[in-house]
């Protein structure tokens, strides 16, 4: 039987090719039938990779990680109602991590808004603040000028997602029923020649956005702060940029001043130049009030979000030094209320700029005793990072049993160069903070959920990250975290995703046994969230291989076991929250001996 499709629909053609034009390959689609105009055109177009996740809160989040591995913009589609509803959390994340995602939700035409009829609800600016921009597009009739107005709507909503900072954009789409789109021809690629041919206004769109640059003045009046300063520090928070890296490790330098680099700065993923300079235990031993208190900077530059670490944090509060941020997307980084300078425009630009200034001594700049004294402030730090990672690492490997911050040391010397390791977030991410060194082979490219933090839907961007590359990806998640997002697995089995997934396995919340919580025995419960599951059964349901290793060599052969395997792998590690938290107490301990300093 044939059906003849909707003529009326053909701007969803447009507006297919539109999306392409603008730089869009990969497509998240969940199942349902108002969204079906969308689904049919996207899905047959030969230049989109077209993913199908049942479930769209795991395909939120999917496409969270496949935007954050390929560093473009990710279409989202669903069905009208409640689908869209399960966007939310994705959308709020990818708002606080600057993530670029254009959510495409389906929706009744307006005709029944608010008129009973099923599966229609208010989906008008649907995710409120956390959407970067809406539109509501006209119910589709076959005109030139819908037709010209959905290409155009396209290329808006990427661009709209993609200029700095990213994040996410709702384009709200009714449809009136036949749902069956017209078939359309083979778009064809264009290609570009001249400028004239560039703005043509038979060819693509296409945009250009400069970035927001401080002028020679303003960077000369920054160094000469830089040059006067005794005792800097640079802080470089979570950010996903290899351009900003980089930048930030040629000021360092230049500077010679430590830098203190958050595990997700992609400052630790491998063979810094500056290793003498790159502080990575620090979380360790400001735990320490007495080694806080010792090291007194006068100026502080921070680049990238909020640091992960508590104790960095609590350290960025006490001190009373000059704190300068600097970010290209005006946010307000500074949950300590102790910023005292900002610094709006492109990081990238102003670290090179200011190392180039520094290092060309400007007779602007008044030099002083600066460099000699900086010189010994920076031997300090050194000394510090060096005997403290020599403690670390003395003690995890004297920790009995199996550690759950060992695991990351243990990963440290087993992955590939080129690999990506992506983090859960409570527990795991503070131990990879305190116990992942700076790696000298790689690149290993370190991804988290770290914009809001929240343990949902970290499986699917995971797999949603592994979907966009081809080398070999591990994800490290604690149980609850796995649970809550276990119907992402079937994505892995699905789309064929190569993938390693460490469980830490200590049956609930584990970090509340290090906080206060911890000392109210009749509430800890609420807390703790024993659950008592065994998750063998579910991941062999949807598919994957399953190990359990006892100890650390089994552990080491299961992880290099599931590295060569062409499928995906769960290693599920058991652990002791309590033993686990007493451990890293132990450890902090004696890297504040080690130091010196014998007192909290």
């Avoid at 959390?89 to 005709?111: K, Q």
């Avoid at 009136?176 to 400028?195: I, V």
């Avoid at 351009?243 to 680099?261: F, R, Y």
């Avoid at 400007?362 to 990072?385: F, K, N």
Wanted: glycine letters at 8%.
């Amino acid at each position: 039987m044939t059906v003849q499709g909707n003529e009326q629909l053909r701007p969803v053609h447009a507006f297919a090719q539109g999306l392409v034009e603008a730089g869009v390959c990969h497509v998240c689609i969940s199942p349902g039938s108002r969204s079906t105009p969308l689904t049919i055109v996207l899905s047959r177009h030969p230049q989109l990779h077209t993913w199908l996740l049942l479930d769209e809160r795991s395909a939120g989040f999917f496409a969270l990680g496949l935007a954050k591995q390929t560093r473009t913009g990710v279409a989202l589609v669903c069905t009208s109602g409640t689908a869209a509803g399960n966007y939310l959390p994705a959308v709020m994340e990818a708002a606080a991590a600057r993530v670029p995602l254009i959510v495409l939700t389906a929706d009744r035409p307006p005709e029944l808004y608010d008129t009973g009829a099923n599966q229609t609800g208010d989906q008008l600016k649907l995710y409120g603040s956390y959407a970067k921009w809406f539109t509501q597009m006209p119910v589709p009739e076959n005109t030139p000028q819908l037709f010209a107005q959905a290409k155009d709507t396209a290329s808006r909503a990427v661009m709209k997602a993609m200029a700095p900072p990213a994040g996410p954009v709702q384009v709200n789409w009714p449809f009136r029923e036949p749902l069956l789109p017209p078939l359309a021809e083979q778009p064809k690629e264009s290609n570009f020649s001249t400028t004239d041919e560039l703005f043509s206004v038979t060819q693509p769109t296409r945009a250009f956005w400069g970035k927001v640059v401080l002028s020679d003045e303003e960077i000369h009046r920054l160094a000469a702060m830089l040059q006067k300063s005794r005792a800097g520090v640079l802080v470089c928070g979570p950010q996903d940029s290899p351009g900003l890296a980089s930048a930030v490790t040629e000021l360092a330098a230049v500077w010679g001043v430590p830098l203190l680099a958050d595990p997700l700065s992609q400052l630790r993923g491998g063979g810094s130049p500056i290793e003498a300079q790159l502080q990575t235990t620090y979380d360790l031993w400001l735990r320490n009030a007495t080694l806080r208190e010792s090291l007194r900077p006068d100026l502080i530059l921070r680049l990238g979000r909020v640091p992960t670490s508590k104790f960095l944090g609590l350290w960025l509060a006490e001190v009373t030094a000059s704190q300068v941020v600097v970010d290209d997307g005006q946010a307000w980084h500074d949950p300590f209320f102790r910023v005292t300078g900002r610094v709006f425009a492109d990081p990238e630009d102003t670290c090179h700029r200011l190392a180039q200034c520094l290092s060309q001594a400007s007779a602007t700049v008044s030099v002083g005793d600066g460099p000699q004294a900086r010189g010994e402030w920076l031997q300090s730090w050194t000394e510090i990072q060096k005997i403290s990672a020599h403690s670390m690492s003395a003690g995890v490997k004297a920790a009995s049993g199996i550690f759950e911050g060992r695991i990351f040391t243990e990963l440290f010397n087993v992955l590939p160069s080129r690999s990506t390791l992506f983090v859960g977030n409570s527990m795991p991410v503070r131990d990879l903070d305190a116990f992942w060194p700076n790696r000298v082979s790689g690149p290993t490219r370190i991804l988290a959920n770290r914009g809001l933090s929240g343990i949902d839907g970290v499986v699917s961007s995971a797999l949603g990250a592994c979907g966009g590359r081809t080398d070999p990806l591990v994800l490290v998640i604690g149980d609850v975290s796995f649970y809550h997002d276990l119907g992402g697995l079937m994505a892995a089995t699905r789309h064929h995703l190569h993938c390693l997934i460490v469980l830490v396995h200590n049956d609930g919340g584990g970090i509340f046994y290090g906080l206060p919580q911890a000392t109210q025995p009749d509430t800890f419960g609420f807390f703790r969230t024993s659950h008592g599951l065994d998750f063998q059964s579910a991941v062999e349901m949807y598919g994957g291989q399953y190990q359990h290793p006892k100890n650390w060599q089994e552990f080491r052969g299961a992880v290099q076991q599931g590295l060569a395997q062409d499928t995906w792998t769960v290693v599920q590690v058991d652990t002791d929250a309590q033993a686990s938290t007493d451990i890293r107490q132990s450890i902090a301990a004696q890297v504040a001996v080690a130091l010196g300093v014998t007192r909290s």
